[in-house]
């Protein structure tokens, strides 16, 4: 089985641009999970989805960020317009209902913003 | 809002020695679920081992187990004759029980190194 998949695993990017991260949970899971990591706040939730709804977004930064799950097997976390202080590697992790609570993490994105 | 605290960021061990790494949280919650993951160099998120609150038997797993104190809100790892290959960041985490959010609380994070 594969696991969680995230794209690109690296992205260096100027202040102002877009950014968009992707993620593929595995295959069956139906909750879906954003997280942050970066040295000063440690690892952070930003949004989770179950069933491809978003079912807690309060630790979304700011408007900058947004979120979206389309179908079950894909997700996206975007960053309009991208900032310097955004520069941390971002996790996706998925999960299955009653299935132990175990969270699954993709290898993570490491965005640097320039 | 609950929190959990890993009060040692760098912890070193002989190789083969055993070694145990520290958790405490807060919560107000009965039901929850604490998990140990760790992260090597490759950024990789591994989950090393998990336990259910209701459980008064501590979990294991090969090498690793953990000393759960529900009263002391403690949930220590203890790694067994350690190997290089467990040299990484291990990251201490708490989750509601059923029917709360399914996010997952995270310590700062304690940096293992294992000397040969």
């Known amino acids: 089985d594969a696991g969680v998949i995230q794209s690109p695993r690296h992205e260096v990017t100027e202040m102002g641009q877009e950014v968009t991260l992707r993620c593929k949970p595995i295959?069956?899971?139906?909750?879906l999970f954003w997280y942050r990591q970066t040295m000063m706040r440690g690892l952070e939730l930003l949004i989770y989805?179950?069933?491809?709804?978003?079912?807690?977004d309060s630790g979304m930064p700011e408007d900058r960020f947004s979120a979206k799950m389309p179908n079950a097997s894909f997700s996206t976390l975007k960053i309009q317009p991208s900032e310097p202080r955004d520069s941390a590697v971002y996790f996706c992790?998925?999960?299955?209902?009653?299935?132990?609570?175990?969270?699954?993490f993709g290898a993570g994105t490491r965005l640097s913003v320039l | 809002a609950q929190t959990v605290t890993q009060s040692q960021p760098e912890m070193s061990v002989q190789e083969a020695e055993t070694v145990t790494l520290s958790c405490t949280y807060d919560t107000s919650e009965s039901d929850y679920y604490l998990f140990w993951y760790k992260q090597p160099p490759s950024r990789q998120m591994i989950l090393v081992i998990r336990?259910?609150?209701?459980?008064?038997q501590n979990a294991t797993e090969n090498r690793f187990s953990v000393n759960f104190q529900k009263a002391a809100k403690s949930f220590s790892l203890k790694i067994s004759d350690s190997q290089l290959g467990d040299a990484a960041m291990y990251f201490c985490?708490?989750?509601?029980?059923?029917?709360?959010?399914?996010?997952?609380?995270f310590g700062k994070g304690t940096k293992l190194t294992v000397n040969p």
């Open positions: 985490a708490y989750r509601r029980g059923q029917g709360g959010s399914e996010k997952l609380v």
């Open positions: 295959s069956g899971h139906n909750s």
């Open positions: 989805f179950n069933n491809n709804v978003p079912i807690d």
């Open positions: 336990q259910e609150a209701y459980k008064q």
């Open positions: 992790a998925s999960s299955r209902d009653f299935a132990k609570n175990i969270q699954y």
